[in-house]
């Protein structure tokens, strides 16, 4: 029987431009990034090299160098994006990526959307 891990990404505290407004064109705000990585393990861990592992640290740095480096008008273009770089690998099977806006509207915490991708 093969061994399933779930790697998890959790609270990645970045800044982008995220908006569509002038105010949110001319400054960076803050986004907290959830990530939801699903792939087989068996491999990993029956040998204990990390040539059959997942490189979250890789996963990690794509994701921050294309959220800072990007603008994004659409919350649903940034999850979608960073969901794109979650499920690059072939290994992975599923992916969730949720995104948080934190004080999006007056009297939330925040705004988040989530997308998911399978493997079909």
Known sequence: MGTNAIIKITNLRLRTYIGFNDVEKANKQDVVINIEIHYPASEACDSDDVENALNYKTVCK???????????????????????????????????????KPHALRFADSVSLTLAWERE
């Open 62 to 100: 794509n994701v921050i160098r294309h959220v800072e480096e990007g603008r994004f008008l659409l919350l649903e273009r940034l999850v979608a994006d960073v969901l794109g770089i979650a499920c690059d690998h072939p290994w992975v099977e599923r992916a969730m990526v949720t995104i948080d």
